[in-house]
């Protein structure tokens, strides 16, 4: 009996543990969809090439979409056969519509229909991830717009450095965001690349319009070299890549605002929602959403780095060790999308505690400034540096802060200062004296705000 579809030449049986290990359909199922699209293109290709008749080729494509259907109302029986989404599919469509199945595969390949598979999901599911990267960088806007003047400590080596506005951390999260914005869509011109009539590997014999398919199934290119079309795999690594990057910055995200959530700082509150307490301990409010977000960025670097290895030094065209391809891509589609949501939420009902942060700023912060008013004054940035310095020590020798040091004081550290250093002392204008492009003035936030409502309306 012939089950298998490549049974022909076989004699003896598969040993189950190798059917199991062989097996991809458990997870390629969920290319369904792409896999009667691309078979119901190449039956017209077929036609077109005048293999099939006209009635042959509506007879296969209602088969197909039959086939599609019972997917879609998840009727579709999976025999112990099956080995992936093309054989189920393939065994399915001949069931239906009988021997005229047989003739879907002329001249194709499993293995140009399984990278034509792979793209034309994946390409669904940038989009799909194109909108759940605007919905974060969205959330982050309008917060930024809405609380735009609240004051913060800005820091480095989490040591406080100068005062900021909180619209312009978060605006900075926004930034990282929106240039994975960019690089997902420029991904899509490498993903939008047709493999099929590709065959094995040595190219389609019966002279499929190939530029037909391209435009039938909507890509933009087409595969040039047959072997490189069922061989490449530099789609997914690069999109891999793009979901490492993306996590690694959700991943800083995660860790701005889980410091930020400590009683220690108290800047931000998370909502119910997105923590969850301890079985132990009834006081905690534990940020386990941000704590994923961050702890799911090795699991997706872990796809990439995985599959890197896969590809690497595989011998040319088709080699079963590419079927590895689909697991990790799944799991960094699956896992970003998730996590995008997630922040989105998240940042969406988190509670801004402004006082708290108003509280942090601390007058050395401003120490700063107190050169840069000298540098006014006329003095070389790293002279008034020094200065500054000793402004600093002096307040810091006398257990007060710069801001009440006499102007006797600061005099003898600089005869340039004068009354209206008093003037140095106020956060509000040093974040408000930054307004070069950039900067955390109130102008330039609104400057960001609307560069990235004009990246979102794209
Ligand atoms: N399930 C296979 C994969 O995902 C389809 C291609 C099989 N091709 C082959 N020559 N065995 O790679």
Redesign the pocket.
């Known amino acids: 009996t012939k089950q298998k579809l490549w049974g022909g030449r076989f004699t003896g049986k598969t040993d189950p543990l190798m059917h199991a290990f062989n097996q991809?359909l458990s997870y390629?199922k969920r290319m369904h969809s792409a896999d009667i699209r691309g078979s119901i293109a190449y039956a017209k290709s077929l036609c077109l090439a005048g293999l099939l008749t006209q009635e042959e080729a509506e007879k296969m494509t209602q088969g197909l979409q039959l086939v599609e259907k019972e997917w879609q109302d998840g009727t579709f029986e999976i025999k112990p056969d099956d080995?992936?989404i093309?054989t189920a599919n393939e065994r399915r469509l001949s069931e239906l519509i009988g021997p005229l199945g047989g003739k879907l595969h002329t001249g194709r390949s499993?293995?140009d229909q399984?990278a034509t598979d792979m793209r034309l999901w994946l390409l669904d599911q940038v989009e799909e991830l194109e909108s759940a990267v605007k919905a974060v960088i969205g959330v982050i806007v309008e917060r930024a717009d809405k609380e735009k003047a609240i004051l913060m400590p800005g820091y480095t080596h989490l040591q406080r450095a100068q005062p900021i506005r909180w619209s312009h951390l978060i605006l900075f999260h926004a930034f990282s965001l929106h240039s994975d914005l960019q690089r997902l869509q420029e991904l899509v011109p490498r993903i939008s690349v047709l493999p099929l009539g590709s065959g094995p590997l040595a190219g389609n014999p019966f002279l499929v319009d190939r530029e037909f398919l391209a435009k039938e199934l909507g890509f933009q290119s087409i595969a040039e070299n047959s072997m490189w079309g069922v061989a490449d795999r530099d789609f997914v690594a690069e999109f891999l890549m793009w979901s490492s990057l993306c996590m690694v910055h959700l991943s800083k995200l995660a860790e701005d605002l889980i410091i930020y959530s400590t009683s220690e700082f108290g800047f931000i509150t998370l909502s119910d929602a997105y923590s969850t307490g301890s079985s132990v301990m009834p006081q905690k409010k534990n940020p386990d959403s941000l704590e994923l977000l961050r702890g799911k960025c090795g699991r997706v670097f872990g796809n990439m780095s995985g599959f890197l290895m896969t590809l690497k030094g595989l011998p040319s065209t088709?080699n079963?060790d590419?079927?590895e391809d689909?697991e990790p891509m799944f799991d960094a589609v699956d896992t970003v999308g998730a996590s995008l949501r997630i922040a989105e939420g998240v940042l969406s009902t988190l509670k801004v505690n402004g006082e708290k942060m108003a509280e942090a700023l601390t007058m050395d912060m401003l120490a700063t400034e107190l050169a840069e008013y000298l540098v006014r004054k006329g003095m070389p940035f790293r002279e008034t540096h020094h200065v500054s310095g000793r402004a600093v020590a002096l307040a810091e020798s006398l257990q007060v802060p710069i801001s009440a040091l006499t102007l006797e004081q600061y005099k003898q550290l600089c005869p340039l200062f004068e009354a209206d250093v008093a003037e140095v002392f106020n956060f509000e204008s040093s974040v408000e004296r930054r307004a070069a492009i950039g900067g955390p003035s109130l102008k330039m936030i609104d400057r960001q705000v609307a560069v990235l409502r004009e990246a979102l309306s794209k």
């Open positions: 991809s390629d080995e992936d093309h499993r293995n399984v088709y079963k590419l079927q689909k």
